[in-house]
């Protein structure tokens, strides 16, 4: 990071000369866009020199923290230009995904050098240790940072950050009695649940992002077919998914003498949530 730069070195206490008290005092400082600015405050209604100077002290303190806090460097900069030329190339999660972990890699260097030890302590010190992080996505943290730094010409860096082996988790199948166990407890318990789980099962409807967000309306008792509309479907167009014989009466019956306007699924917030 380059200090020099900074605009907490801009600030200056202007107080007359020796500390006039009949002078008004001001603090004066460049912002992040470099433009020079003036704070008064109340530092005038202090009648001694002691009292308005360590006022003064305390507005100065204050104007620090709030213009670190703002600050954007160069190289912050061209991060989130990075990722928003990135943008239109990556799905919506991956744009996501990608910008929290940038997001995190320049919180962790926002007050050291940008170097290679600095950022193998980011890798080995921050990521694995503290956090805990597991190989795969440790290893999704270094591709992500390796695209970013070769982009900023400091590729270099990442030269002794290897990737991990991940050793992949196998896939656990429930047995039939397992789910037929699983399917009565539900239904006994929460049949909106039981009805939610089979739209997964029978119509391949995702979860979050599409059924959370089905209304009454969307289902099509004559037509056997629920509309997935424009702004929750995948491909951001009207789509139809056909109900199966075999779950069409349950759906029928779960929709029955409702309000077409409301969730299919309806809770607090924006879209459906069963409670």
Not at 7 to 18: A, H, K, Q, V
Not at 44 to 63: F, G, N, V
Not at 79 to 102: E, F, G, I, N
Not at 118 to 128: A, C, K, M, P, T
Request: with cysteine; net charge positive.
């Amino acid at each position: 990071m380059d200090k020099k730069n900074l605009p907490i070195n801009s600030i200056r206490l202007y107080s007359g000369t020796n500390y006039d008290l009949n002078k008004r005092w001001y603090i004066a400082y460049k912002d992040e866009n470099g433009k020079r600015k003036k704070i008064y405050g109340n530092l005038h209604q202090y009648p001694t020199k002691i009292a308005r100077q360590q006022a003064a002290e305390q507005l100065i303190k204050q104007l620090q923290l709030d213009l670190h806090k703002n600050y954007i460097s160069e190289k912050e900069k061209t991060a989130h230009a990075w990722l928003d030329d990135m943008k239109p190339t990556w799905r919506k999660k991956t744009y996501q995904c990608k910008k929290s972990r940038v997001s995190d890699f320049l919180n962790y260097m926002k007050d050291i050098e940008w170097n290679t030890e600095n950022i193998r302590r980011y890798f080995v010190d921050y990521l694995s240790k503290k956090k805990k992080l597991m190989p795969s996505t440790w290893n999704d943290y270094r591709g992500t940072i390796r695209q970013l730094l070769n982009v900023m010409g400091l590729g270099y860096t990442m030269e002794f950050i290897p990737k991990r082996f991940a050793t992949p988790t196998p896939a656990r199948y429930f047995s039939n009695s397992e789910k037929a166990y699983l399917i009565n407890e539900i239904e006994k318990y929460n049949k909106g649940l039981h009805v939610y789980v089979q739209l997964v099962y029978y119509c391949f409807l995702r979860p979050r992002s599409e059924i959370r967000f089905l209304k009454i309306g969307n289902v099509l008792i004559e037509e056997k077919k629920i509309l997935i509309p424009t702004h929750i479907g995948k491909n951001k167009k009207h789509e139809f998914v056909a109900i199966p014989d075999v779950f069409y009466p349950t759906v029928a019956e779960f929709v029955k003498g409702k309000n077409p306007m409301e969730f299919l699924f309806p809770g607090d917030g924006e879209g459906g949530v069963m409670g």
